[in-house]
Structures are given as C-alpha cells and as structure tokens.
C-alpha cells in the first residue's frame, strides 16, 4: 500500500474513532443533518410556524385585521396593502391563511401527541404482559383500525353535543370545535403508535437489566417508566411526527366538508370550502390554503422519514 493510500484510510478511521466519541444524542443530530431533505423540511416547518404565530405583528405592520371586512374591496389581486388579495368580503387573504395555520398546525400537533400517549400506554401494556391482556388489547386495535375512518369521523363530528349535556353556548363555541377535532381523531389515531411500541417493548423486556429489574422486586410502573419507555420511544417519535400531516389532513377534510373548525375561525380547510364556489373567478382563494396545506404535509412527512434514519442506523444503512 503506498503512502498517498494511507492519506484516505487515516482520515476515515479518525472520522470514524470521532463519531464513536460522540454521545448517542449527539449522533442522532449528526445523522439527521446528514439527512438533506429532512433538514430542508425542519426549516421550511419553522419558518411556516414562526410565520404563522406572528400574525397578530403583521396585523400591526399591514393595518388591518384578519377579521376586517371591506365589501368595497371584495376580491382585490396581491398589493402593497393585501399581499395575497382579498376575498368575498374584503378580508386580507395573507392574515386569514396566518390564523388558519394557527389553528391548522394546533389540531395537528396537539392531536398527534395525544394519540401517542394514548397508543403509547396501550403498546406498554399489551408489550409487558402478554397473555390475555396482549390479546384483548391487540383485538381493540384491530377493530379500531379496521373501521372506516373518514365515514366515522364525520359522525362523531355530526355528533349534537347538545344531547351530551353540555350547554347550547359551549356546543357552540368557537373553541369547542377545535376541541372535539382533538379529541375525536386523537381517539382513533392511536393504533399505529400501539403496535409500534408492543413490537419494542416485546423485545426490550427480555433484556437483562429488566430481567434483573423484575427479580429485585422494582414495580411494575417503574420498570415501564424507567426501563422500557426510554427505549421504544424512537418509534413514537418517528410515527408521531409522520401522523401530525395526516391529521391536518384530516382535519382539512372535516373542515371542508362543515364538520370541522366553524367559521368565524379561519382554518386551511374551511378557507378551501368557502373558496369552491369561488375557484372560477378567484381561484388563489383556493390556490394559498391548498398549497399551504400540500408543502405543510409534505415537509411533516419528510422529516419524519429523515427521523426515522437517524433514530435507526440500520434503517439508514439498509438504504444506502
């Protein structure tokens, strides 16, 4: 082997004895930088988001409100005043696609999380004990995935919850909208989240160290929490963040079908369903939100996929 050769070979065994050096959390990073489209998507997500939350400064810079009607602007192109136009009533299209992302990106994160916990306590369960409980749990997860989502969500979103109990006023909140579109996706998104981590803990409770955990009489709740949990949540973190675009999606649907989030409140869904009357004479009402909606989902899936490699070497090398 000549000299120039070793040049090469010593530079990647130094790079190689540096990774090894890194702390695992510090190799997960490395890896996800690695990882070019999951990168650009983490960027575009925090720009969209930052965008989003500072609605209320671009009301104070452009003037206007969300919310401001002028009929005798009705349907204005893109200006210095109105950088998307305006709609059927005048309003800014640019503030109303900001709070609707607002809204948008609240039921997408807020939901995916809770059915993660959800999916996630089920998984540990059914993962630790086995048996009878594995079996019912695992036929509950069955049936809930083997229901027509979309027909059931409209539904439970046709569901008067005036008959419930509750008061015609907090039926009819702006928010409880917002709170049933939560509660009533995060109940059957949890499945993927449950067989993912039953897969893991199956495997993680074999290990020694819970083996050990067990004959020393550490609980149960403390072997979860402790032993097994910080070691399948690579899994609920990878399919959570692939889900958050599924359930804005979802929620765009229940939305433009008038099952979702109720106007006054903006959201990338009901801004679709007010512009489909409108898509031969103003078609950018129907063009933003959509768009918004295709590069949210779009960007949520990429990372999660860059995650996923980063989370799982092997994955990534399998790839590669």
């Not at 809204?103 to 998984?123: C, E, H, K, M, Y």
């Not at 579109?181 to 989240?193: D, E, N, Q």
């Not at 979802?250 to 109720?262: A, K, P, W």
């Not at 409108?278 to 129907?286: D, E, G, H, Y």
């Amino acid at each position: 082997m000549s000299g120039t050769d070793t040049i090469p070979l010593a530079a990647e065994q130094a790079s190689a004895g540096h990774a090894d050096r890194l702390t695992p959390r510090r190799q997960i990073i490395a890896r996800l930088v690695r990882q070019v489209p999951a990168m650009i998507s983490l960027i575009v997500l925090i720009l969209i988001t930052a965008t989003c939350f500072a609605a209320p400064w671009f009301e104070h810079w452009l003037g206007t409100t969300a919310e401001a009607q002028n009929l005798f602007g009705r349907f204005q192109p893109p200006s210095a005043a109105h950088w998307l136009g305006t709609d059927s009533l005048g309003r800014d299209v640019f503030l109303r696609l900001l709070y609707g992302g607002q809204v948008s990106l609240i039921v997408g994160l807020t939901t995916a999380g809770f059915a993660a916990v959800i999916g996630t306590f089920i998984g540990l369960i059914a993962g630790f004990y086995r048996g009878i409980v594995d079996s019912l749990l695992m036929r509950l997860t069955d049936i809930v995935i083997a229901l027509p989502l979309l027909p059931l969500l409209i539904v439970l979103a046709a569901v008067d919850l005036t008959k419930l109990g509750l008061s015609t006023d907090a039926a009819y909140a702006e928010t409880t909208a917002l709170y049933r579109i939560v509660v009533i996706i995060a109940l059957v998104g949890w499945t993927t989240v449950a067989r993912l981590v039953r897969a893991s803990t199956l495997t993680v409770r074999t290990r020694p160290y819970v083996t050990a955990a067990t004959a020393l009489g550490v609980r149960d709740a403390a072997i979860l929490r402790r032993h097994i949990l910080p070691n399948v949540v690579s899994p609920v973190i990878i399919s959570t963040t692939l889900s958050i675009g599924t359930v804005i999606l979802l929620e765009s649907v229940l939305s433009f079908l008038g099952l979702g989030i109720q106007p006054p409140v903006p959201s990338w869904g009901n801004m679709l369903t007010n512009a489909q009357a409108l898509i031969w004479n103003a078609p950018w009402l129907a063009i933003y939100p959509g768009l918004a909606i295709f590069i949210t989902v779009i960007a949520f899936n990429l990372l999660g996929d860059g995650l996923q490699q980063a989370l799982n070497p092997k994955s990534a090398n399998r790839r590669t």
